[in-house]
């Protein structure tokens, strides 16, 4: 079990550029959930799968973007047209379904600059 | 809905000195509470969480939180902090029953500076 990984660590683009992020949970992990978080402020939902179902998008989701778990295994997010305010820690977690109480395991985060 | 306050933005305390970090939160509905760390460039690791049961919670580190229902708090502390206890400490709630219950809501987060 090496965690949950994220993958980019770092991402720098420019203002109307597509990007895409990579998330691999544990892997008996049946749940993932993708947060956001911006300078000064704590981690914030934007969405959740159940295995490759996507069953809640926050309203801070907007149509520019989407995210995926192919076959339940790991997760992509993609946010099209870049703009500045969309600068933040990408965090990615996951967690075991079948417990009553489920402890969420927070991988490192993607960090994105838009310029 | 619920919401976390986080009262202190920044704690700065001495090495071996005791410190509490404050938490208050509100729901309409009963609620799990966790205390997350963040360390640099790092993900979120879990302190300490309360379920039910006592209202005193032991976590990692020689953290501890006390659960206080009447007056919605969920402070942390530690007797004796170390250099190494630098980083950001965040305040959660999670509903524990019906929709949305996997849902964490964070408070903004505290950065303990423990200085030499």
């Known amino acids: 079990d090496t965690g949950v990984s994220q993958d980019p660590r770092h991402k720098i683009t420019k203002r109307g550029q597509n990007v895409t992020f990579r998330c691999d949970p544990i892997?008996?992990?049946?749940?993932l959930y993708w947060y956001r978080q911006t300078l000064g402020q704590g981690p914030e939902f934007l969405t959740y799968?159940?295995?490759?179902?996507?069953?809640?998008k926050s309203r801070l989701l907007s149509d520019r973007f989407s995210a995926e778990r192919p076959k339940g295994s790991f997760s992509t997010l993609e946010i099209q047209r870049t703009e500045q305010g969309d600068s933040a820690m990408y965090l990615c977690?996951?967690?075991?379904?079948?417990?009553?109480?489920?402890?969420?395991?927070f991988g490192p985060g993607t960090r994105l600059t838009v310029l | 809905a619920q919401s976390v306050t986080q009262l202190d933005s920044q704690v700065p305390v001495f090495e071996e000195a005791p410190v509490e970090l404050r938490c208050n939160y509100s729901?309409?509905?009963?609620?799990?509470l966790f205390w997350y760390v963040q360390y640099p460039n790092q993900g979120l690791q879990l302190l300490l969480k309360?379920?039910?049961?006592?209202?005193l919670v032991k976590g990692i580190n020689g953290f501890e939180a006390e659960f206080n229902k009447s007056q919605t708090s969920f402070h942390l502390r530690k007797p004796s902090v170390h250099i190494s206890d630098t980083a950001e400490y965040f305040c959660a709630v999670r509903r524990n029953s019906g929709g949305s219950n996997y849902k964490l809501t964070f408070g903004k987060g505290t950065l303990l500076t423990v200085n030499p």
């Open positions: 977690a996951s967690s075991l379904g079948s417990a009553p109480y489920n402890e969420q395991f």
């Open positions: 729901s309409s509905v009963s609620v799990y």
């Open positions: 309360y379920l039910s049961g006592s209202t």
């Open positions: 799968f159940q295995n490759e179902a996507q069953l809640e």
């Open positions: 892997s008996e992990h049946n749940r």
